[in-house]
């Protein structure tokens, strides 16, 4: 199994642009999450999908971030428009089920915005 | 609401000595545990976790965890490091889906 699949795995951009993240989970996993880690706040969960529809979005820090999952092999994060203090390693996770099982994390996408 | 307080910041020690990383949580219900790794420059790892049964677990790698559920402990353990075991650890607890993660323990084992 390839596990999840992030990209990009590095991201810099400039203040004000847009920034898409792209997540593609584990076949069969029907749970999907977004995760941001900063060092101030270490790790923050910003929404979590059950079979590719939004349960909780509370962590979603304001508008300018927006996830979907049109399909059970896809997700996106986006952010438009990126500012600084958006800078951080943002993690997607997936699950078979929500209960007793544990998360499995992709790689990452490291995302500067200058 | 969950909540997990991992009690050290950054621990140093040496190759072979005994390590041990707290953990406290804080969730009426019952909960999931578990301990992630995360490698320098990499993402996060399954080190153990506990669901139900023996509250002894045991992991990869040599560690294992005890949950105390009197105490809401859930302690990481291994008796002799590694220098490859120089890693950020992490605890979680997961009460309904919403995994819940600890501040990180950042581990440097000097050779």
């Known amino acids: 199994d390839a596990g999840v699949i992030q990209s990009p795995r590095h991201e810099v951009t400039e203040m004000g642009q847009e920034v898409t993240l792209r997540c593609k989970p584990i076949s069969g996993h029907n749970s999907l999450f977004w995760y941001r880690q900063t060092m101030m706040r270490g790790l923050e969960l910003l929404i979590y999908f059950n079979n590719n529809v939004p349960i909780d979005d509370s962590g979603m820090p304001e508008d300018r971030f927006s996830a979907k999952m049109p399909n059970a092999s896809f997700s996106t994060l986006k952010i438009q428009p990126s500012e600084p203090r958006d800078s951080a390693v943002y993690f997607c996770?997936?699950?078979?089920?929500?209960?007793?099982?544990?998360?499995?994390f992709g790689p990452g996408t490291r995302l500067t915005v200058t | 609401a969950q909540s997990v307080s991992q009690h050290n910041h950054h621990v140093i020690l040496s190759e072979a000595a005994s390590l041990e990383l707290g953990c406290n949580y804080s969730y009426g219900g019952t909960v999931n545990l578990f301990w992630y790794v995360q490698y320098p420059g990499q993402h996060l790892q399954l080190l153990l976790k506990y669901f139900s049964g023996d509250p002894l677990v045991k992991g990869i790698k040599g560690f294992e965890a005890e949950f105390i559920k009197s105490k809401f402990s859930f302690n990481l353990r291994k008796p002799s490091v590694q220098w490859s075991d120089t890693a950020e650890y992490f605890c979680a607890v997961k009460g309904d889906y919403k995994l819940s993660f600890g501040a990180g323990t950042t581990v440097t084992v000097r050779a």
């Open positions: 996770a997936s699950s078979p089920r929500t209960s007793d099982y544990e998360q499995y």
